[in-house]
């Protein structure tokens, strides 16, 4: 199964091209939170997009009723599809659809509750205040729904939240959904807006999150030694997924063949870590044993890179372990400290900036990291972009409740297809 499309709602400009060139400069789109008055909180920012529903081409029905990760979702599908051109003369009763999401609308559920329990000091709600829509922002299977709508899209549809996993979950899911025949094409990506008094209070609330509100733009600063926690960030992206031999036969380009997936569990605790990494580095064996690869193979990859203490050296443990001496000398990065964390979204985002590393042969930069961490002691690509051809490359994600997985891409004519 291979990619033939990307679309791409980040922090900063919507777009492909904005989000990669973000990237590359190592440039962090952290700025303090202006979708609502944080000035009580612990934590007071977070990536946020630059997002304007009528520039994306959405109407004032879809503006006012749809929530902002839905928004996110049918923006980034509607840029996926336009570059995949897969839907031409395909069989919609074979084009499937799949999003992931941690939140969901959250966020809008949020607001709409504000709005009928009289900013919540009424216990029984107005039902009369509430918004028409509220069971859409209930329910994440709305926004795969108007995914589903957009793209005329009737083969199988879902909906996959495993938490912080959840975009690369749902990545491996569509590849599975493709394999096991039940569809030739799948919209599969993650969206998330997270960024809402709710969320933020959460977050706080476990000091999961940076306090340094006065530095915004080096505040994540994965595998440093000064980290203190994530930055929340928004977003989402969408893939087109196909069969290899189809995208060939009708002349598609490709980004990557999606080549392993694996999920583990730790069964330990909703936020603590086992310090060695054990079932990481179970995932990652697991999905280059899928991609039939071997650790000496990979160029690149794209690390977890939360910025939160615990995270940061669990992970380095989990790549000495998967990958014994290659671990020393693969480049490895975090999108994160440039896009914040997007929760359900960050994995799907982050494979996108693989599938572009590998298109433009360059490895994105880790931001911020200045002093780098003894127990953080790999290589991962501090401050500047590299040139490197990538022909194999690693995804990793972690997520509360202890789970873990990993996804392995490589280029189609790697084993000489």
């Not at 990536?47 to 029905?61: D, T, Y």
């Not at 829509?133 to 299977?141: G, M, N, Q, R, W």
């Not at 990545?171 to 960024?195: L, S």
């Not at 080549?259 to 605790?269: K, L, Q, T, V």
Request: proline letters at 6%; glycine letters at 10%.
């Amino acid at each position: 199964m291979v990619v033939t499309g990307i679309g791409v709602v980040a922090p900063g400009q919507p777009g492909v091209k904005p989000f990669w060139e973000l990237l590359v400069a190592g440039q962090p789109a952290v700025r303090g939170i202006s979708l609502f008055d944080a000035s009580g909180y612990r934590s007071r920012i977070a990536a946020e997009c630059q997002f304007s529903p009528a520039a994306a081409g959405l109407n004032s029905r879809q503006a006012d009723s749809w929530g902002r990760a839905t928004q996110f979702a049918v923006t980034a599908a509607g840029e996926a599809l336009a570059e995949s051109g897969v839907l031409d003369g395909a069989d919609p009763f074979r084009v499937g659809t799949a999003l992931g999401t941690s939140c969901g609308e959250m966020g809008r559920m949020d607001l709409e509750y504000a709005v009928a329990s009289g900013l919540g000091r009424d216990w029984l709600v107005d039902e009369q205040q509430a918004s028409p829509y509220l069971y859409d922002y209930l329910v994440p299977s709305s926004m795969v729904r108007e995914v589903a709508w957009l793209a005329g899209a009737q083969g199988p549809a879902s909906v996959i939240t495993s938490g912080c996993t959840s975009g690369v979950d749902v990545i491996g899911h569509a590849r599975a959904v493709i394999a096991e025949g039940a569809a030739d094409v799948m919209i599969a990506g993650a969206a998330e807006a997270p960024i809402s008094p709710v969320n933020v209070a959460c977050f706080d609330a476990i000091r999961a999150t940076t306090a340094r509100n006065d530095t915004p733009q080096t505040a994540s600063r994965p595998f440093d030694k000064t980290r203190d926690g994530f930055v929340l960030g928004e977003g989402a992206a969408v893939l087109v997924l196909e069969e290899l031999q189809r995208a060939r036969r009708r002349g598609a380009g490709i980004y990557a063949e999606i080549a392993g997936h694996a999920i583990r569990a730790n069964a330990y605790h909703m936020t603590g870590l086992r310090v060695p990494g054990r079932e990481l580095a179970d995932a990652i064996s697991g999905a280059l044993r899928q991609a039939e690869a071997d650790p000496s193979e990979i160029s690149y990859i794209s690390a977890h890179g939360t910025s939160t203490p615990q995270n940061d050296v669990h992970e380095t443990s989990a790549y000495k372990i998967a990958l014994g001496w290659r671990a020393r000398s693969v480049p490895i990065s975090s999108a994160k400290s440039v896009l914040g964390h997007s929760l359900g979204a960050a994995g799907t985002l982050e494979i996108a900036a693989c599938l572009l590393a590998m298109e433009y042969s360059v490895v994105p930069p880790t931001a911020n990291l200045r002093e780098p961490d003894p127990e953080c002691d790999l290589d991962y690509v501090p401050l500047t972009a590299r040139q490197q051809r990538l022909d194999v490359v690693l995804k990793v994600a972690s997520g509360f409740g202890g789970l873990q997985s990993a996804i392995v891409f490589t280029r189609p004519d790697r084993r000489g297809r």
